[in-house]
């Protein structure tokens, strides 16, 4: 109740502070004294909001979630009320920084919906976010599982076809499947509110956040000028996995079954390295079993610290350790696990939640996350509408960032975590294709779901379309089939956390880009020598963060492209590190794919792998229990 109280009060104090003739004050200091109450009133509200989702995202029950739906309806009537209130100045001739600021409280999306509507939506997202959340496949009774770890954990290690195929099936029936007619509903609210804000539908709204007229077209170029290393890599792969399962199961002209890639959405392939791995004789990065034997949580997040701190940055506030959420709870709680790093815009609370284990991806992900956090400790001190990345996919690309210097062999030896390690030309591509299995195999799947999520959008593609035209785009941009056939009874898009959760995807497509980019300027900033391959430096060993932290302590102040140069050097996304990184792999890809007869693409389109058309799938019911007792070690990437 006290929460309750507390953002109506704001919502009273800030409405009462501000003009009221319509698009007629150009009074500049009027103008200032708005948003100096928006300011302090805004970053309480976000506080506010932001215990109430931990608060559900830590301890999933019905009080909790109540509790945030109350927040969240009246931190949407904060945001329209402020958002019509601003539109009472006429800022075209004042100070552009006002410009900006007032530009960037107009910009609420589903809050412009009217107090009924909006409860609605949050409603409707918060139930699909519980339905996937608490989603678990029952194999026998009384023996169900959650995603994590064990759903995840099973499309990692195990090997099994069919069992592959029955759990893919299983998770997509209790998640995606049980919030269609939700999704269709929340379709309809986004594009209203879209339409009171003057964009034709909530697409509009989600692309103008890059600042880029021409943003559709941008990230298609840049998909294109990867398409051909991606599928060089996908010949690559489907042959292994068909010389792995059989040629009956993997057709060497097909799209490949979804179930086989090692990732509950074909999104990484990393965790099927041991099927794919170039050099079985040569050394490949794999720290999980050192992990397993000398780390915990904490002491995972102590080691991405220092590794941050090494670059000049501060240490973590005292309150992230206690505060945070580093591991499931044992306590019998339900919680979201999917990793997320939180801003409770105070200056001083940040935490992360992460039901890490000890693998080589959560190390990679804890660095990651971190990432997200001095972001948020770098901009701290600005004001409030500028406390975000200069693009949404600038947040996503700094952990990734840190991360491509943290893979490296040379770092993981450093911390003794990496034994053994040989350095020869075997082991290097090792390694690339241990990166290109997370960064290049993701880039189509980076793409495609927001480019579904804009068609429906746009009214493209019709309710009676939604799984049809999802799986015509997985198998355009991705070459995946899935093993079992899909209806319009299903809703796959639904089984991947961000469509229900209402978070655009596209911010890591740009990550994943813009990563390599800002990879490249930091080594050289770091003196890595010109002469030694890019996937070679670490930014550790002569740490100069200087231009790294200049960059993220302008948050949104200034358009990306600002920023972007800062560090960058220049003002627009290329593609040219990303392909200077992986160019060992990319020719060895090219001369294997020749020397086997692999063609890359997949024109066979007519190819159902087996059990394609049987019941759609079989029941994962009289799965043996004995069957999928495996060795628990999630590999899954968390960011995406």
């Known amino acids: 109740m006290y929460l309750s109280i507390c953002c109506r009060l704001i919502v009273l104090i800030v409405i009462g502070n501000v003009a009221t003739a319509e698009n007629e004050n150009t009074n500049e200091t009027e103008a200032l004294e708005f948003l100096e109450v928006y300011n302090v009133k805004g970053a309480k509200h976000s506080e506010v909001l932001q215990l109430a989702a931990w608060n559900y995202n830590t301890n999933i029950t019905a009080h909790n979630q109540q509790i945030m739906l109350e927040v969240s309806l009246i931190s949407g009537e904060f945001s329209r009320n402020m958002a019509i209130e601003s539109k009472k100045f006429d800022t075209s001739a004042m100070n552009p920084d006002i410009q900006r600021q007032f530009r960037i409280i107009r910009d609420v999306g589903p809050a412009y919906l009217t107090s009924s509507d909006y409860d609605e939506f949050q409603r409707i997202v918060s139930d699909m976010e519980t339905i996937y959340s608490e989603a678990k496949l029952c194999f026998e009774e009384g023996d169900c599982r959650p995603l994590q770890p064990d759903l995840v954990s099973i499309l990692s290690e195990d090997r099994d076809y069919d069992l592959l195929s029955k759990v893919w099936k299983g998770w997509r029936d209790v998640s995606g499947k049980k919030m269609r007619e939700k999704y269709t509903k929340y379709v309809e609210l986004s594009n209203k509110a879209a339409k009171i804000a003057g964009k034709k539908d909530m697409s509009e709204v989600w692309i103008s956040s890059y600042e880029d007229d021409r943003f559709p077209e941008t990230v298609d170029r840049l998909f294109n000028e990867l398409q051909p290393f991606y599928q060089q890599l996908h010949a690559y792969v489907r042959r292994k996995l068909s010389e792995h399962y059989g040629e009956k199961y993997v057709n060497r002209k097909a799209p490949i079954p979804a179930h086989l890639l090692g990732n509950m959405w074909s999104q990484t392939w990393g965790n099927i390295m041991d099927i794919l791995i170039p050099f079985p004789n040569a050394k490949s990065v794999n720290i999980t079993e050192t ?260 960059m993220l302590e302008l948050g949104q102040s200034e358009p990306w492209r600002d920023a972007f140069e800062i560090l960058v050097g220049s003002r627009e996304y290329s593609t040219a590190a990303f392909l200077e990184y992986f160019k060992p792999l990319h020719d060895w890809l090219v001369i294997e794919n020749v020397k086997s007869g692999d063609q890359p693409g997949w024109p066979d389109m007519e190819w159902k792998p087996p059990g394609y058309d049987d019941n759609n799938g079989a029941s994962v019911g009289t799965i043996s229990a004995t069957v999928i007792a495996i060795t628990v070690s999630v590999s899954y990437w968390v960011g995406g």
């Open 291 to 550: 992990l397993t034997a000398e780390y915990n949580a904490t002491k995972m997040f102590k080691v991405a610290e220092e590794f941050f701190v090494k670059l000049g940055m501060p240490e973590l506030p005292d309150e992230f350790w206690p505060n945070s959420m580093l591991e499931r709870p044992n306590d019998g709680r339900e919680v979201v696990c999917h990793a997320s790093a939180w801003d409770f815009s105070n200056g001083k609370d940040f935490r992360i939640k992460q039901c890490t284990t000890m693998t080589t991806d959560y190390f990679y992900t804890t660095h990651h996350e971190l990432g997200h956090v001095y972001y948020f400790m770098l901009y701290k001190d600005l004001p409030f509408p500028y406390q975000s990345g200069a693009n949404p996919g600038f947040h996503e690309a700094v952990g990734d960032l840190m991360s491509l210097s943290v893979a490296t062999p040379k770092h993981l030896i450093g911390l003794d975590l990496l034994k053994d390690w040989t350095d020869n030309q075997e082991s290097d591509i090792n390694f690339l294709m241990s990166q290109a299995l997370d960064k290049i195999a993701f880039i189509p799947f980076g793409l495609l779901i927001d480019s579904w999520r804009w068609r429906v959008f746009k009214g493209d593609i019709q309710p009676s379309q939604y799984n049809d035209e999802w799986w015509k785009m997985r198998t355009k941009y991705q070459g995946i089939i899935p093993p079992v056939k899909r209806t319009e009874d299903d809703f796959d898009p639904g089984a991947k956390y961000h469509v229900p959760s209402n978070v655009p995807y596209i911010r890591y497509f740009i990550s994943f880009i813009i990563q390599f980019q800002f990879h490249k300027a930091a080594c050289l900033n770091a003196g890595h020598p010109a002469d030694e391959p890019l996937y070679k430096c670490d930014i550790s060993d002569k740490p100069n963060a200087t231009a790294i932290m200049e």
